[in-house]
Structures are given as C-alpha cells and as structure tokens.
C-alpha cells in the first residue's frame, strides 16, 4: 500500500488525490498552530501580565525570555515582588485565530481616514493594474512570440534583444516609469508589461517551436499556405501551450505587483499591507498576504476549468 | 527457403506478363529524371540519391524498398516538395512541380492528424484550403469518412480512435484532394502485425476503386510484394535504384497468394537485394561476445 503510493511517475488515485491535496493545506497550518498554541516549542517572549516592582515594565508589555528572567532573578534578590507573565510568541507571529478574525475584520472594518479605502476597493485597484499590464503585455507578447517561434527572420530579430532585456529587473525602471507616466496607475501597469513582456515573448516563441513540424508538412501537402499555414495549424496547434504558459506567466505578473504598487502613489493592497504593518496589527498583515495567494490559486483554478471547457481535444493531446 | 524449388522471379504467367504490358501503355503520372540530394553535414557532404530515373503510370501501385540508409523517405519528401532536390526534377502528369501541393497527397508514418479537429474536420481540412465552401466540403468529407468505415467516429478527437483507425483518417484526409498520386511513407510502420494486415487489404480496396497512383514506402518484403504492381529496390550509400521488380503474382491479390512460388521467388529476390550474403568477416563480428554466464548445476541446463 505505502509502496505503491511511492512508485516514480504513477498516478495515485481519485480518493488519494482528494486527500492529499488538502493535506498540503492541514499540515501547514498544523505546523503554524502547533508553533502558536504549544508554548514549549518556541514562545520566545513573555507578556506582562503584573509588572511588580520592576519600574521600566508594564502590563501587556513583550520581552525576551533572558531579560525578563534575569529581571525576577534580580528582583528575589532584592527581596521585592517579582514580575509575572505568560509565554508567547513576538507580535510579528499572530495565531492562525488572531489572523482568521483579521480576515474578516479586514473586510467590514472602514477605513481610518475618510480619504483611505476599504480593503475590498483596495484589492480591485490590484486586479485592475495586474489585468491591464498583463493584458497589454499579452497583447503584443503573444503575436510577437508565434511569430518568433514560427519564422526564423522574426526569432533572429527579436530575440537577443529580448534576451538582454529581461535581465534588467523591471523595479529598476520605476523612478523612470513615474517620470514618464505619473504617478497614478500608469507607473505601475508599465512595471508589471516590463517583468512580463519579455519573459512572455520567450516563453511563447519557445513553446511555438515545440509545435510538432510535421503537422506543419501534412498541411502543407494538403495545400495549405502561409498565412493559413500560421492561422490554421501554428496558432490552434499550441493554443492549449499557450493557455498553460499563460497561466503561469499570470502567477508571475502577481509577483511584480507589491514592487510595482510602492512606485509612486502607493495604492491597492500593498498600501493596504505597509499601512497596516505601520499599525502593527500584523495579523492585518498575513490577511492581506493570504488573499493574494486566494485569489491568484482561485483565478489559476478557474483557468484551467476554462481551459478544459474550451479545448475539448487537450486530454489527449500528448498522445495523438 | 533456400532448398525449395522455385521459379525465377523474372517468369510471369501469361496474364501477369498482358497486364504489365497493358499497364505500360498507360499515361505516366510520375516521371523523376536524374533526381540527386546532397546534404552538408559537419563532416562533409554526404550524397542520398544519386541518379534517380523512373517513372509510375495512371493508378499504379509501386512499392520502394531499400535498406536503412537508402534515402527512400528522402525520396518521397522530394516527391511531396517538402524538400528541394540537389538536381534533376519530378515531373506530374507531365509539369514540373516545385514544393509542396494538393496534387500530392501524404500520408506520414506519425498519422499526423490534427489534434486540435475531429476526424470530419480533419478531412475537411485539404478541401477548405482549395476552396471549397463548408457545406460542399463537409458532404464530401463524409462521404470519404463513409469509405474509410469511420461514420460513427466523424466526431471524435484523433486522441480517442486507435493507430489504425488514426491511419484510415488520413488516407481519408489525403484522399479528399482528390490528389494525382498519393505517397506513402511506411504508413502502417506503427501498427501491430494484425491492424496492418487488415490496413493493406482495405488500401488495395481503395486502389482498386479510385483513381489514385499509389506510391508507397516500406521497408517490410511481404508488404511490398502484397501491394505492389512494381517494386523499386534502392541501395544504400549512395541511394540509387538497384533494380525495379515486376511482381509477378496475379491481381487482385489475396492473402492466401502470401505462400504462392511467385511470391516467395520475389521475396527470395528481394532477399538477396537487400541483405546480400555477408563476406566473413562480417559473419564473426556479427556475433555477440557471450561466455556462458550459467550456473552448472542450474535446473536448466541448457535450453536445446
């Protein structure tokens, strides 16, 4: 039984696969409860809940174990009331409680200042800078990377350029990018078509030359030309690749998102996150860090639903 | 089969030797004159076809065999345009044909099928990309469906039929051009001994009864022997024909034919063509380095 679940490159079955995929979920957060509610495992500090007789501590004050220690030690000695408190873990480190409730707090909680968003406003002004700088980078990334990966001249053309630019990191660009484009949402769409566009054109180009050439051959002793050559066989012959690499390039889109929200006006989720990092309500924190992973996890889901939907000939395709 | 008594492969029955002649008289579809291809490779040029000159006529069946290495998939890539010849020029129905084009359809070993279309798609493919309207290419894609024997499947993805029903969409897709000649690249390669079997039989069914040339590669005797009016043996390094066989057994062929004394006195032929006796020192190195690895006690001693 164990050893067939460890046999190299098979599949496990349905029931297995349920399972395990939301084990990958329970055991992290397992882990993360263990660590905040078992105190012998790490709870590095104490909190206050008496501060005795030493004069510098207070009630609901956090210090390291060692200091506050040393400071009862001190205290027997000098025959005063010793401080007293509880074992926890720094602000930084919320309980999985502290940081579900921020989940749902985050949400009806208005903003503190008239002038500053809801976090639901703030999430949109995300996904509208992520759709836009993804959606102009595929607009051209996607024609210029069949094209590269169908005909030599464009790959020779393009592609060391593109090589040498998708180095540059796209964050350097931003004092530039604000300089150019203002400081509103521009900056940051063209931060996000940067980190894209030119990993997109490779990736593309790339996947348009795996396309298997002698698809390319029987069309053309079928009669097909050029352009129907491109429009008839290239295009639908990697169109699932594509969606796939799409997918993934999404993901990193996401990635350049915080770096490219702190350009300018800081705006959406990010400026959500270090306002409230500046509170110290890290749980505030880690919620805003989850929906992130929510929605990127949601939206890659749906994608590949849609793409099961729209591509009815993709469970076969490696084999026929 | 070397004891048995067997006629010359060159004696054909008075039928055979009156249909051959007959046949002769037929238009020629295919005429490749003095075809050479050279490639550069890293070390050097290497010659694949030197000299190549024959010719099929109207609805042939001609089969060409050869060793590895003899360029016979070099050859019909040519024939098909999809790669340009060093010298010399393919002639069909008496033009020169540059490239590749409807007149000529193929059928590739790796089926080839798009996977992106159902079998009726896939069919329809050649028509819409000489013309044809969508109602008038879909009619005529099923009735070519209907000839393979694949109604039931116009709708299936090519993922979901097997290799030899994959194989039939093709001859299908090809055939819908309604193509001069047809080239065949070892198309039933893939297939196990019983669906290539069944595959031949319904190819001469399709021969018979469609003006087609055939023209097909394979590096399998009994094939080519079973399917062939002519046979065009290649040589390798250089590839040039060594000699062009009229196979000497009646049509329409037959299974049972597969033991007749014509048939095994071409493939005897055929042998020597192609696996010619090996000189010795060959023959010792032909042998692997094997000591016996075999306990002495074993419970099998020896496997005579």
Known sequence: MLADMFAARKTVSGNQRIVLSIMSFVIPLVIWALVSYVPFIWHPQVKITSPGDVSYLTEGMQLERDLFNKEVENMRQESKAAPEGIRVNPIYFPAPHEVGAALYKAFVTPPQRRNEQWLHESLWDSIQVIFWGFFISSLFGVPLGILAGTYDVFSKLFEPFIEFFRY????????????????????????????????????????????????????????????????????????????????????????????????????????????????????????????????????????????????????????? | MSNLQLPSYLEQSEDVRDRFARMKKRPVTLNVKGLNKEFNTPQGKVTALKNINFETYKREFVCVIGPSGCGKSTLIRILAGLESPSSG????????????????????????????????????????????????????????IDLVGLSKFANSYPHQLSGGMKQRVAIARA??????????????????????????????????????????????????????????????????????????VPQPRHPDQLLSPEFLATKKRLEELIHPPAKEEDITSDHLNMVRMVRVDDEVESVF
């Open chain 2, 175 to 248: 055939l819908a051009n309604r193509p001069r000649i047809l080239l065949m690249d070892e198309p039933f390669g893939a297939l196990d001994a019983q669906t290539r079997a069944k595959m031949q039989n319904y190819l001469m069914e399709i021969w018979q009864n469609i003006d087609v040339t055939i023209l097909f590669i394979t590096h399998d005797l009994d094939e080519a022997i079973y399917l062939a009016d002519r046979i065009l043996v290649l040589k390798a390094h250089p590839g040039e024909v060594q000699e062009v066989i009229e196979v000497p």
């Open chain 2, 89 to 144: 020029s393919v002639l069909l129905d008496g033009k020169e044909v540059h490239g590749p084009g409807p007149d000529r359809g193929m059928v590739f070993q790796g089926y080839t099928l798009f996977p992106w279309l159902t079998v009726k798609k896939n069919v329809m493919f050649g028509l819409e990309m000489s013309g044809h309207g969508n109602t008038s290419s879909e009619e005529e894609a099923l009735q070519w």
């Open chain 1, 168 to 320: 540059l990191p796209a964050p350097a660009f931003g004092a530039l990018a604000v300089a150019i484009l203002g400081i509103h949402d521009a900056p940051k769409i063209a931060i996000i078509f940067i980190g894209t566009f030119f990993q997109q054109v490779l990736v593309i180009s790339n996947t348009t030359r795996k396309l298997d050439p002698s698809l390319l051959e029987a069309a053309m002793t079928l009669g097909a030309k050029k352009l129907s050559l491109l429009f008839r066989v290239v295009v639908p012959g990697i169109i699932t690749h594509l969606f796939k690499d799409l997918r993934i390039l999404l993901g990193w889109a996401w990635t350049y998102l915080i770096v490219a929200e702190l350009i300018g006006t800081s705006s959406g989720i990010t400026w959500f996150i270090t306002q409230q990092a500046r509170y110290k309500n890290f749980e505030n924190v880690y919620a805003a860090i989850m929906i992130i992973g929510f929605i990127g996890l949601t939206t890659d889901l749906f994608l590949a639903w849609l793409g099961r939907r729209i591509f009815p000939w993709e469970k076969g395709t490696a084999k026929a």
